[in-house]
């Protein structure tokens, strides 16, 4: 079941979110939710790791969120933070795969398809 969760997260991953908005324009509707996935992201990276996942599949679906998003250097650097900003929180707390570090990573899992969802469903073509 974990398996066909984390592949649900990286095919909505893929969407990308075909809105129209000017160059400079304010924060998108959806931004804070993209912000938070990219924060959910991080976390992942940092606790499958730690509980022994190899690779960096984490990371390279924040590759795809980049990619699909294809933001200017201000807003890359908005989700880069929040990708690392969810990574240092567990790497601050944890050093060595906890039965709560599975949970949060259950927990992760679920939020993250829940944002993909949403934001795929109300602003994706």
Known sequence: MRRARVAILALALTVPLAVARPAAALEAPFDAGL?????????LHFLRNLCGETGD??????????????????????????FNRGYRSFEATYSSCTA??????????????????????????
Request: charged share 30%; proline share 2%.
């Open 35 to 43: 912000m938070r996935l990219a924060e959910i992201l991080g976390s």
């Open 100 to 125: 709560s570090a599975t949970e949060a990573i259950k927990r992760y899992i679920a939020e993250g398809e829940t944002l993909t969802r949403d934001i795929a469903t109300r602003y994706g073509n």
């Open 57 to 82: 599949g984490w990371r390279d679906q924040m590759e795809k969120l980049l990619g699909a998003e294809n933001p200017d250097a201000a807003r890359r650097a908005q989700f880069i933070a929040s």
